[in-house]
């Protein structure tokens, strides 16, 4: 159970440890040379969560940011609230989130990929004789004619 708060200021540095601790249950954990501390690595899950299909799907599929938050906040509820939060299986959302971050990570590879494929090399020749021909005009900016 969570300690009794008198102010705001507990509140929030509960809140804060609440946040910290989650982060480091969800990711691994490493020394850190230049704090001398060892910090949480936000971009990984830790290794009590690797093997779980869903982590290992939203690694693949490129969804593993929006995982690692949703699990970081379930943690985070529950060390607030007092409630156990060892059972990994408990912690994983629902079968409808999971579709709907799929669906977002495919759609977004998809654009990625479009895009990828319509961008055209730039031609430096061209761009310098664009603007020959438009200072060539005379100079809008300044006013004065051109050579």
């Known amino acids: 159970m969570t300690p009794p708060v008198k102010t705001v200021e507990e509140m929030k ?3 804060a440890l609440a946040a910290f601790k989650a982060r480091c249950f969800v990711s691994p954990v490493h020394h850190h040379e230049k704090l001398g501390r060892n910090e949480p690595v936000d971009f990984a899950f830790s290794t009590r969560f690797r093997g779980h299909p869903w982590v290992e799907a939203s690694i ?37 989130w999971i579709a709907a971050r799929q669906h977002d990570a495919k759609r977004y590879r998809l654009a990625a990929e479009w895009r990828a494929s319509k961008a055209a090399p730039v031609d430096r020749a061209s761009i310098e004789a664009s603007l020959q ?6 100079n809008r900016i300044t006013g004065e004619a051109a050579e």
């Open 133 to 138: 021909r438009l200072l060539g005009k005379g």
């Open 60 to 96: 693949k599929e490129g969804w593993d940011n929006d995982l690692r938050g949703h699990l970081r906040m379930a943690v985070k509820q529950r060390i607030l609230s007092g409630q156990p939060y060892d059972n990994i299986e408990s912690l994983m959302p629902d079968k409808e």
């Open 13 to 15: 540095a509960l809140v």
